[in-house]
């Protein structure tokens, strides 16, 4: 009798489902306290500068005052002034702002690209994937960065919006590749072959039930793209190629570094942008790395 009710028991009680993506992400996150403080960082920070730099006024910012040229820091500048008399913070603040919305503009429009044109890619295969891998093999053995700098330098009176563009234009190739790999194996599994044998359309298939097992890749991959353009907007703005001088960013506060006198004598010009420059990378870094280890714990739970 009491082996009975046990059986009984057993099968009543439901098996444990898998965990989902974000339940294996935020695991991760529990387990790395560098990965958890990076992520908090990140939020305050971006937070942070967001809502400071509303209260701001641009135009007044970057007025040139003699008077004040290369003042230290002190009570009326906190990280001093640079060589036409503006305030570093607030340049700071702007420029951290423009640098990052920049950054997430062009990891959205380059990740709505690559990923659709990768899962559809990666599903219907054929002729439709032979087109398009072309495409990206074009894209992949031109010197993307040059021709970027080509196009900023030919556009008369680019703005932030024509940046932006620019750069998305060239940049969504590696997301396509990437979700095209994996969207070619996904595309063979089981419940792919069996949504096509109900008849459900391929548009559904795609993004309601092929899309939603690669999120840990697409997270993992935009998070690290985000990264990746930041660093190379301050670095076109730290060459010259990037935002308009009347623009402050992080690249062009970097580039006071190359005056040799500015470098010894005015650290506060170019030092809060490195070091900010620093921070970001390295949260970022910290944050992706743990992503990646919940997509490949992800991947092997199934």
């Known amino acids: 009798m009491a082996e009975k009710q046990t059986v009984d028991v057993e099968k009543k009680t439901p098996a444990a489902s898998p965990p989902t993506g974000i339940q294996v992400i935020a695991r991760e996150f529990v387990k790395d306290k ?6 908090i960082f990140l939020i305050v920070l971006i937070g942070g500068i967001y809502v400071w730099s509303f209260m701001i006024d641009q135009t007044e910012l970057m007025k040139i005052s003699l008077r004040d040229q290369m003042a230290p820091p002190s009570e009326t500048y906190w990280l001093g002034a640079d060589k036409g008399g503006r305030d570093i913070l607030g340049q700071l603040i702007i420029g951290a702002r423009n640098s990052i919305t920049i950054a997430i503009s062009v990891t959205l429009i380059t990740g709505i690209i690559g990923i659709a044109i990768g899962l559809i890619t990666g599903y219907f295969g054929g002729w439709i994937d032979n087109i398009f891998m072309r495409i990206i093999d074009f894209f992949i053995t031109i010197p993307s ?3 970027i700098i080509v196009f900023i330098s ?6 932030v919006v ?13 997301t396509a590749r990437l979700v095209r790999s994996k969207a070619l194996s996904e595309s063979r599994r089981d419940y792919i072959n069996a949504s096509k044998t109900m008849g459900t359309s391929d548009a ?3 993004f309601k039930e092929m899309m939603p097992n690669l999120s840990s890749i697409l997270i993992v991959e935009m998070t690290l793209n985000f990264a990746g353009n930041v660093g190379l907007e301050t670095g076109l703005s730290y060459l010259g190629f990037g935002l308009p001088q009347s623009t402050p960013s ?8 190359n005056d040799p ?8 010009n170019w030092l809060p942008a490195s070091l900010l420059i620093l921070l970001l990378m390295l949260a970022i870094n910290y944050v992706g790395q743990a992503i990646r280890r919940s997509a490949d714990a992800r991947q092997r739970l199934g």
């Open 34 to 39: 560098l990965a958890m403080f990076s992520l």
């Open 145 to 147: 960065l040059m021709i």
């Open 154 to 159: 030919i556009v008369p009176k680019y703005t």
């Open 162 to 174: 024509t940046f932006v563009l620019i750069m998305s234009v060239f940049l969504w190739v590696g």
């Open 204 to 206: 559904v298939i795609i």
């Open 250 to 257: 992080l690249g062009t506060l970097v580039a006071y570094a």
């Open 261 to 268: 006198f500015i470098l010894e004598n005015a650290w506060w």
